[in-house]
């Protein structure tokens, strides 16, 4: 159905606020953003290829709702307007705070509106890796042959008796950790803020690196958690452990990961972000057979753009009446 949208959004003096989606748009999502004209937020679709339009729209644009292809200065530069850049997800390391500051340009997330997807595609990658899914399927689209390698059943292992290390503990790990326990598997964690209420072990770097079977990471990309992943950490992990990582791709060094799955030092990975996106065609991470890959996707079902979507007029509305905005970070 429709997007719920409150009456009261309705904007107290008729004016009316030009709003652009940054990003593809299928059938369903453009009928949901056309139906907010009636509450006089005019949103455009702009492809994030398209940066020639996303400039010409900037120049009347009040407020952007940014998704993933970086904001930059020049961008914010272009836009006379605009009263909001309200980030579609978590993440804000995409957009240039310090420009947004420089023009007191207010910039939003929306904190737990796709966690229950990044969960549940971790779980997806550290099942597809752990069964090696996506090399069964290949190997029987491309060959027709109903038996695979003998030598494949050496890696293929179950989420029960394994232990899984959780690098960071927000709202995605809260929701992953009692499936993961529900399953059989040990959990750790290291967190910057510990957790008293968990009952999963609390544990140093260090340890979480030498114990874990599967490594996930569930944190911001900031200077300090940059290459949280490197050459050294990766050498401390178990030989054959597995590596998934749906958070940002800044937090490997993913020229040290590619050594250690090219290797064997590590069984495999499951990616959903990449050190620069999109991924060019000859990265190296695309030339392994023991990697599953997905185009930083983990956060987009249906269900995450209507709970998205919710937050953002409902910033919109803030806006438009004067009130506090939700979720500011800058």
Not at 21 to 46: I, R
Not at 204 to 223: C, F, R
Not at 254 to 271: D, H, I, P, R, T
Request: negative net charge.
């Amino acid at each position: 159905g429709l997007l719920f949208v409150p009456s009261n959004c309705r904007n107290p003096c008729g004016s009316q606020m030009k709003v652009i989606f940054h990003y593809d748009c299928g059938p369903w999502l453009d009928m949901q953003l056309k139906s907010l004209a009636a509450d006089g937020l005019y949103v455009e679709v702009c492809s994030e290829d398209d940066e020639t339009r996303f400039h010409h729209l900037l120049q009347t644009c009040d407020i952007l709702w940014h998704v993933l292809r970086p904001v930059m200065a020049d961008h914010i530069d272009s836009a006379p307007q605009l009263k909001l850049i309200q980030k579609i997800g978590v993440g804000v390391n995409t957009i240039d705070i310090k420009a947004a500051k420089a023009r007191s340009i207010p910039v939003c997330n929306m904190p737990g509106t796709n966690s229950q997807a990044v969960a549940e595609m971790t779980l997806g990658l550290m099942l597809s890796v752990l069964r090696k899914l996506s090399a069964f399927d290949r190997q029987l689209r491309e060959t027709g042959h109903w038996r695979s390698p003998a030598v494949w059943q050496n890696d293929l292992s179950e989420i029960k008796g394994r232990t899984i290390g959780l690098v960071g503990f927000g709202a995605v790990p809260m929701i992953l950790a009692p499936i993961l326990s529900a399953m059989g598997a040990r959990v750790l964690y290291c967190s910057r803020s510990p957790k008293s209420d968990q009952p999963y072990s609390e544990v140093s770097k260090a340890e979480l690196l030498a114990e874990s079977d599967v490594i996930s990471l569930h944190l911001p990309e900031t200077a300090e958690t940059r290459h949280w992943l490197d050459a050294d950490a990766i050498g401390q992990m178990k030989p054959g452990a597995v590596l998934i990582n749906t958070a940002r791709g800044g937090l490997v060094d993913e020229s040290a990961l590619v050594s250690a799955l090219q290797s064997g030092k590590l069984a495999g990975a499951g990616l959903d972000v990449f050190a620069a996106e999109p991924v060019t065609v000859d990265s190296a991470v695309l030339q392994l057979s023991n990697v599953v890959l997905t185009p930083h996707v983990a956060w987009l079902t249906r269900d995450t753009l209507e709970r998205s979507l919710a937050v953002a007029v409902d910033n919109a509305r803030r806006l438009i009446a004067g009130e506090a905005l939700a979720h500011r970070v800058a």
